[in-house]
């Protein structure tokens, strides 16, 4: 019995891990329950999240793999792979088995960066599982600033051209919201670019930059600390997690874009492995724990099935795709 | 006396028998995951994360802590028998720390690295409560110029470890590091640098294999070319207490202790620093202040203590910007935070406030962590102190093998040890040919921040050089730099000079005869 | 670089004599070093630079690989007064024991064979072998005392690195 997979994901750590998930997984993670599902999964699974430890995706990811678990009857262990935008991350699981053992936990970067980054990604080499959450982006200004709603952002910004310091991780999503936002603000902007959300949040916390674009549950920390001010949410309407902020329509903005986070894995998957994990997502979204611990976090909660995830992406690649276009930021059109 | 109530809110949650227990699995696992190569503590505590759902909050993450700073005792003792850095905030104690293992000392480098640790780890807890809320913010004021100007002064100060052959040497082997590390893909525009089309060196090169390699594996081939004489002949120290540093070692480690606690404290506040980038500017600034630098690097316990200080006070320090505004400093906070998170605790400044018992619980646990590692340490001193007597021919093979494993453990892949060795053979040579490894090491881990921090601070100033003296923090740091980088060079001109004059003279002396 | 024309000059010409070759010995380490500084160079100066307010890809190697020549021709330059002076400059060849070169060698090409096997030989059998080489060939140690140590020294040691969650490989004669 050869056990070293060719798998490029089989890090030593994790399968060490994996080992000791199976003993702790025997005294504390079984919770009995018959599965239809009998052959699949049979060992424990890997999350991959392309981004480093504490960043949002990570956020979201960990408290999904601690459900699904439940769910699988096996341990599922978040690998974080960060590096470029995602990229890297990303890759590692189109190159992976497609056994279902190896599951992408992607967000709205990793459609983003087909096209903003010259090793792109592609939407083709992944089959899609789920849809687990849904949060609108949100602005958050340095308190040193002394600004209070979006019109007044907009307004500094549109009197000083370049004077606005945006914080950015190149060609992910949080980089599209700051250029969507100031192109419809029509404010010209610096771009200052960071390798991870919890980067960015330190430096607009000491006032190194002056606006950032995440979502809600990501800035929470620090305006606690009273060193930002959240001004507002890319949404329709107001959200019922946090009513207080107004939309960037209301603040005179007409954008409506966000940020969301769901399960992939690699081309040629089975069906029966796609529905086994879809139908383990579904049921966890619906545990009154799982709406809990998200509520808790300010983080929303929205699942959809694999067939309505294809088409939501579908629509949302166009969407980012046409908005990357009207940004100038599609660098794989300009490269071919 | 509201501190002594929350220290007494403590020590009553830290002395629960369950927080005890897992208190002490944790550091139990830190100190093997320390001491054995290829194992590393942020592995570690991801490998545990998810067992600690079953656990009580307070108890997982008091768990997860004693791994990281277990590890961090751990981590000097291969350095020091082997010169294998078994965690990279190790990699200066490897310097001195084998220096002294081959002179018969190991049992004083163990030991003071032991004692220094736990006297940082207490220092820096200390610091910690005293200091969480003033320095809360101390991690925000430095924005992309500080950072630029902290890893100037960093590769600067360690770029002097290398003047007692020649500045530019070590110049040559930190640029050589700052290049190691632009490899893989570039931080803000993702395209791809030196990677040749090769896949796996768009993530870069590993820190691990190349440490194992440029000391561990270049050690090894200074073993089998039998360029040292094998440290026979020396007299075995009777018991423990002869073992341990003497008097004379005490004096001499002292200040070193207090001045690495301290630097390590103050560099370990900050996100993206560390212990790694500690324990080279304590080792730096050590040998700096010393009044026998030359004895740096063949044995001086100061080598030993300073580092080993460091990295245990950044230890304790880079609790605080997680504790208190939710940043996570390293890899291994991150994780940390992920784990607050997993059990519905958002770390940042509504902690203190909303869940007393966990934070002073987890500082107080810490203190009782630290008496824990120092029982469990100081016996296996008399332990490991035998490994250093062993003939170098029996060496060779343990330091073999432990490369080989720590190698492969990074990723299981046996392309990892191949770099590793490459790496050992060029650490080999360059050693041979007066070059120092040490500046490259430090580089290749500052070279990501700051490429970084210079094309944001760029970009932040429009291309203003100003922009890193305008600012007090950076022009202080660039200040230091060019303070740093001046002695050197007029002690080296100095010398020079007083060189020429000799030469003359000698010259003249001996010119007839020639 | 006047220090270099006047060396030259100082040499009998077409006569290589001893003090020559120890010139160019002690210097070629720096040659290397400007000539790889060179050849990344040409490599970072493909990448875009962008500008000093935009920096791009290219920025910080093209900054570092000039950096690297600049220190390689600064220690060409400073060398010759260096090594003489320093009492212990590492710069002196160590005197080599009785293995030498061919010692390091070797063991450099037993590990690159020990790496090439491992996935398909296992852990045990690669890790007892090189051992037994180590000792025996290496250090001349005592056939018994070598077969020991290799067997046992593998053995235990992947026992207790599995144990611990390290998964070596195991080869297709699974152990």
């Not at chain 2, 796996?200 to 590993?206: C, E, N, P, V």
């Amino acid at each position: 019995m050869k056990k070293i997979p060719s798998r490029a994901v089989g890090e030593a750590v994790d399968r060490g891990r994996r080992r000791a998930l199976a003993l702790a997984s025997g005294v504390a993670l079984l919770a009995p329950m018959a599965s239809a599902w009998a052959a699949f999964p049979e060992k424990p699974i890997n999350l991959i999240v392309p981004f480093p430890p504490g960043g949002r995706t990570d956020l979201v990811a960990r408290v999904v793999a601690h459900f699904l678990q439940l769910e699988l009857n096996q341990p599922v262990v978040v690998i974080n792979k960060p590096g470029a935008g995602g990229v890297l991350g990303a890759k590692e699981v189109a190159r992976a088995d497609p056994d279902g053992y190896t599951v992408g936990f992607f967000s709205t970067g990793f459609l983003t960066t087909q096209y903003t980054v010259p090793t792109p990604t592609s939407l083709a080499e992944y089959e899609l599982v789920s849809l687990i959450n849904y949060d609108p982006a949100a602005i958050s200004v340095s308190s040193e600033r002394g600004w209070n709603t979006i019109a007044d952002v907009v307004a500094a910004g549109r009197a000083k051209p370049m004077s606005l310091r945006v914080g950015i991780n190149p060609g992910s999503s949080a980089h599209i919201f700051a250029a969507a936002f100031m192109t419809e603000a029509g404010i010209q902007a610096t771009y200052v670019p960071f390798r991870g959300g919890s980067e960015r949040a330190a430096a607009i916390g000491g006032g190194h930059i002056d606006v950032d674009f995440d979502i809600v549950a990501a800035m929470k920390p620090m305006q606690d600390s009273g060193k930002i001010k959240i001004l507002g949410i890319a949404a329709d309407q107001r959200d019922p997690l946090y009513p207080e902020l107004p939309t960037m329509k209301e603040g005179g903005v007409n954008l409506t874009i966000s940020s969301w986070h769901g399960l992939f894995v690699p081309k040629g998957a089975s069906p029966a492995i796609r529905d086994a994990l879809d139908q383990a997502v579904a049921k966890l979204s619906a545990k009154p724990e799982f709406l809990e611990q998200m509520k808790s976090q300010s983080l929303g909660v929205k699942y959809l099935n694999q067939k309505d995830f294809k088409e939501f992406m579908a629509s949302q690649d166009e969407q980012f795709k046409s908005t990357i276009d009207r940004l100038g930021l599609n660098k794989v059109a300009k490269s071919q | 006396m509201e501190l002594l109530h929350s220290l007494s809110l403590g020590f009553s949650v830290a002395l629960e028998p369950m927080n005890l227990f897992y208190c002490f699995i944790g550091v139990l696992f830190g100190t093997l995951v320390g001491v054995l190569p290829g194992l590393g503590s942020a592995g570690a505590i991801a490998l545990l994360l998810p067992v600690t759902y079953s656990l009580s909050p307070t108890s997982a993450i008091i768990m997860l802590a004693g791994i990281w700073y277990g590890s961090m005792y751990g981590g000097s003792t291969t350095s020091i028998l082997l010169r294998i850095p078994g965690e990279p905030a190790s990699v200066m104690t490897c310097v001195d720390g084998f220096e002294m293992a081959r002179k018969g000392r190991a049992g004083a480098a163990l030991g003071i690295a032991a004692f220094g640790s736990f006297i940082a780890g207490l220092l820096g807890l200390v610091g910690l409560i005293l200091l969480a809320r003033p320095l809360a913010t101390f991690a925000l004021d430095f924005g992309p110029p500080e950072y630029f100007a902290l890893t100037l002064l960093g590769l600067t100060l360690v770029s002097y470890l290398g003047s007692d052959t020649s500045i530019a040497k070590a110049l040559i082997m930190a640029a050589l590091g700052l290049l190691l590390g632009t490899i893989g893909l570039d931080p803000v525009q993702s395209a791809e640098r030196f990677t040749f089309g090769v896949l796996s060196l768009q993530s870069g090169i590993d820190l691990v294999p190349m440490v194992m390699g440029l000391f561990g594996i270049s050690q090894l081939l200074q073993l089998v070319c039998g360029d040292e004489a094998p440290p026979e002949g020396l007299e075995a120290p009777k018991g423990l207490r002869a073992l341990l540093p003497n008097r004379e070692e005490w004096r001499a480690s002292a200040g070193a202790i207090a001045r690495g606690s301290f630097l390590g404290f103050i560099v370990g506040l900050l996100p993206g620093a560390g212990g790694t980038i500690s324990s080279f500017t304590a080792y730096a600034v050590e040998k700096r202040i010393s009044k026998h630098p030359e004895q740096f690097g063949k044995g001086a316990i100061e080598g030993v203590a300073s580092p080993e200080s460091a990295n245990n006070a950044a230890t304790a320090s880079g609790f605080i910007p997680l504790l208190t505004m939710g940043l996570p400093a390293n890899a291994v906070m991150a994780l940390m935070l992920g784990a607050f998170m997993l059990h519905g605790i958002t770390p940042g400044p509504t902690l203190l406030t909303q869940k007393p018992d966990m934070f002073w619980g987890l500082i107080v646990s810490m203190f009782v962590g630290n008496i824990m590692l120092i029982i469990l340490n100081v016996p296996l001193i008399g332990l490991f102190a035998k490994v250093a007597r062993i003939k170098s021919i029996y060496l060779v093979p343990l330091i073999a093998v432990a490369c080989l494993i720590g190698a492969y453990g990074v990723n299981n892949n046996p392309t990892d040890i191949l770099v590793m060795l490459g790496f050992g053979v060029f650490g080999f040579y360059a050693e041979r040919h007066g070059f120092s490894l040490a500046p490259m090491t430090l580089a290749f881990v500052l070279g990501p921040l700051m490429e970084l921090s210079l094309r944001q601070s760029l970009i932040l100033s429009d291309g203003e050089f100003m922009v890193f003296l305008d600012r007090p923090i950076a022009a202080t740091l660039l200040g230091g730099t060019v303070v740093m980088a001046l002695v050197p060079i007029l002690r080296f001109v100095g010398k020079k000079r007083e060189l020429r004059g000799m030469r003359t003279v000698m010259r003249s002396e001996s010119g007839p005869s020639a | 670089m006047l220090q270099e024309e006047s060396s030259l000059q100082e040499e009998p010409s077409g006569v290589i004599d001893r003090g020559a070759i120890e010139h160019w010995r002690r210097r070629l380490p720096d040659l290397i070093v400007i000539a790889f500084g060179l050849v990344a160079l040409f490599f970072a100066s493909r990448l875009p630079f962008g500008s000093v307010s935009q920096p791009d890809s290219g920025f910080f190697p093209i900054l570092i690989c000039t950096l690297i020549v600049v220190f390689g021709c600064v220690s060409l330059a400073t060398s010759r007064s260096t090594p003489a002076a320093e009492p212990d400059a590492a710069e002196a060849a160590p005197v080599e024991g009785a293995g030498g070169q061919l010692h390091v060698w070797s063991t450099v090409a037993a590990i690159a064979v020990y790496t090439l096997a491992l996935n398909a030989v296992g852990f045990v059998i690669c890790t007892a072998v090189l051992v037994v080489f180590l000792l025996r060939v290496i250090g001349r140690v005592s056939w018994k005392v070598s077969l020991v140590s290799g067997v046992v020294g593998a053995a235990l040691s992947f026992e207790v690195f599995t144990l611990l969650g390290l998964p070596l490989p195991v080869g297709l004669l699974h152990f």
